[in-house]
């Protein structure tokens, strides 16, 4: 059973700094592609940032220059989100998400508060 789990949520102050992490274990054989979604009370959730299986990184526009995305040295299967110059709309429940082939793993999410 792949089961996918993120830390590091919290409150911070509009203008300070989190890193979420996000791990997938299980029985895994391969690297799998990975990706960050942000759900705020009330929308649906929307893609933040992703990493392919080679690497590559992808933003959208709202965090583009704030928030980065990697992928641990010694465990390919964990991620990272460092998430800078945090603002009041950055609020929201962050899922991460672990694709592997054809199957999609979810993590429960990790709440993630900025204050005015």
């Known amino acids: 059973q792949v089961q996918v789990e993120e830390s590091g949520g919290g409150l911070v102050q509009a203008g300070g700094s989190l890193r979420l992490s996000c791990t997938a274990s299980?029985?895994?054989?391969?690297?799998?592609?990975m990706a960050w979604y942000r759900q705020a009370p009330g929308k649906q959730r929307d893609l933040v940032a992703s990493?392919?299986?080679?690497?590559?990184?992808?933003y959208t526009d709202s965090v583009q220059g704030r928030f980065t995305v990697s992928r641990d040295n010694r465990n390919k299967n964990t991620v990272y989100l460092q998430m800078g110059s945090l603002k009041p709309e950055d609020t929201a429940v962050y899922y991460c998400n672990a694709k592997f082939g054809i199957m999609s793993y979810w993590g429960q999410g990790t709440q993630v508060t900025v204050s005015s």
């Open positions: 990493i392919s299986t080679s690497g590559e990184t992808t």
């Open positions: 299980g029985p895994l054989f391969s690297r799998g592609a």
